[in-house]
């Protein structure tokens, strides 16, 4: 993380769970429904000054909470005190009427509060139009809402088929390449994070063990 530059990261979590560099914000996440306990909520407002919401509830997979529930727990995550960040949805943050939209406007209706807007995006074309396939997904998403982005996640893979399909080293390079320069251009979005930083936890990884591959020494360079 060092090596990399990081200026901040999360971990899914309402605290740390390793050695933070100097120099380098850890962000706390409340990451479900089981997550909005007195406990977590203080333990993310004792190590934070931003938080994240809830994490991917438009899927089953992940936190799979409907936008009703969400809008009704929300004033506990607002009551933390910290800087808030929107539900992440894992697509169409962009759709009218989709979770995202519901939720925001649900917020509005509420009176809660939501400072800014987390993203998470993952391409399933591999080629020299990506970066742009990316760019207009986050300029629809800062367009209808208004408010600062954060890409928390994004990358190169193609979930259309039975498994999951990669971009090949030299692909994956040029677009961490392109899309960071793109990404360093963008007025409104406030911070990015590539999934994921070790090859160990996922194979797009920018590190292979302690060591930076093409794809990261890519990312190192554009921080």
Do not use: C
């Not at 850890?26 to 977590?40: A, K, L, Q």
């Not at 007025?187 to 070790?198: I, K």
């Amino acid at each position: 993380m060092a090596d990399v530059n990081a200026s901040w990261y999360y971990n899914w979590a309402s605290g740390p769970d390793l050695a933070t560099p100097d120099g380098t914000e850890f962000v706390p996440m409340i990451w479900g429904r089981e997550s909005v306990t007195d406990e977590e909520l203080d333990r993310a407002a004792r190590e934070g000054s931003q938080l994240l919401g809830f994490n991917e509830p438009d899927l089953g997979e992940q936190s799979a909470m409907s936008v009703e529930e969400a809008l009704d727990l929300w004033p506990r995550l607002e009551s933390t005190g910290l800087r808030l960040g929107a539900p992440a949805v894992a697509h169409s943050g962009d759709v009218a009427g989709g979770w995202l939209d519901r939720f925001m406007r649900g917020a509005e209706e509420r009176g809660l509060r939501v400072d800014f807007i987390p993203v998470h995006w993952y391409g399933a074309d591999f080629g020299p139009n990506a970066t742009d396939h990316l760019r207009s997904y986050l300029d629809a998403v800062a367009e209808r809402y208004g408010k600062p982005v954060w890409l928390t996640e994004y990358a190169l893979i193609d979930f259309t088929g039975s498994q999951p399909r990669y971009p090949s080293e030299q692909e994956q390079t040029a677009f961490v390449r392109s899309s960071t320069e793109m990404l360093n251009s963008l007025p409104y979005l406030e911070r990015y994070a590539w999934f994921t930083l070790s090859t160990d936890t996922h194979q797009t990884g920018l590190y292979d063990g302690a060591n930076a591959n093409s794809s990261g020494a890519a990312y190192r360079d554009a921080g």
